[in-house]
């Protein structure tokens, strides 16, 4: 029953460091994404995937990189971290088709100092 | 570019109130409308899908309108309860070729509901 996972939870970073924020879904969706919720601005999108091998980017791609080589997963890298990516960052997916209904992780809260 | 706007921004009302939240969005071109939950410190629940063809859905006490005309959504919530306290987001899927399910976001109604 776990849906989209995301790790970690909380994770506070300096300026200028790289890490990756992990996305997995156990429910064989094709369709993937990233969205940033900040407060102001609703949640944007960032990257999305429309199946293995294939991404591309959102609304703010900027300063992130993706890759899907699996189905099930679908990892976020931030590549030199800055104050503005300081955001609470959720990954979706969505089975394949025009009416599906996405499905949330719980979120990751990253803090970059 | 389609944007999507929500008021009120937030709402306090008593427990069993019959509630309103509204959700309008600019470019009619859409596949369909969803509504989500909130709540703090959470990851966002889906309530309600409402194809573009479709005019409302019903879940419970929750029924949702869509006018895709009008560019207009609504979320009805009956005899509220303090366990609806939450914020309440709808977003948009846009109309796109290959393009996953690429969703715009309202900014949420803050509800909260008082016993």
């Known amino acids: 029953n776990a849906g989209v996972t995301q790790t970690p939870k909380f994770q506070v970073l300096k300026t200028g460091q790289s890490m990756t924020l992990q996305c997995a879904q156990d429910?064989?969706?094709?369709?993937m994404s990233w969205y940033r919720q900040d407060p102001g601005m609703g949640l944007r999108l960032i990257h999305y995937?429309?199946?293995?091998?294939?991404?591309d980017q959102g609304e703010v791609p900027n300063g992130y990189n993706v890759s899907r080589s699996t189905t099930e997963d679908f990892p976020l890298r931030l590549l030199s971290a800055a104050p503005s990516q300081t955001s609470v960052y959720f990954c979706?997916?969505?089975?394949?088709?025009?009416?599906?209904?996405?499905?949330f992780g719980q979120g990751t809260r990253l803090t970059v100092v | 570019k389609q944007e999507v706007t929500q008021i009120p921004a937030a709402l306090s009302v008593p427990e069993g109130e019959n509630l309103v939240l509204n959700c309008s969005f600019t470019d009619s071109a859409i596949y369909n409308l969803q509504w989500f939950r909130q709540d703090p410190g959470k990851g966002l629940t889906s309530l309600l899908l409402?194809?573009?063809?479709?005019r409302e859905q019903t879940s419970g006490r929750l029924n949702a309108s869509l006018d895709k005309s009008s560019g207009r959504s609504t979320l009805y919530i009956a005899a509220s309860q303090p366990g609806d306290s939450a914020t309440y987001l709808c977003?948009?899927?846009?109309?796109?070729?290959?393009?996953?399910?690429?969703?715009?976001f309202g900014g949420g109604t803050r509800l909260m509901v008082k016993p």
């Open positions: 977003a948009v899927r846009r109309l796109r070729a290959n393009a996953g399910n690429m969703l715009t």
């Open positions: 995937s429309v199946g293995a091998g294939i991404t």
């Open positions: 409402i194809q573009s063809s479709q």
């Open positions: 429910m064989n969706h094709e369709y």
């Open positions: 979706a997916s969505s089975q394949q088709g025009i009416n599906t209904e996405a499905f």
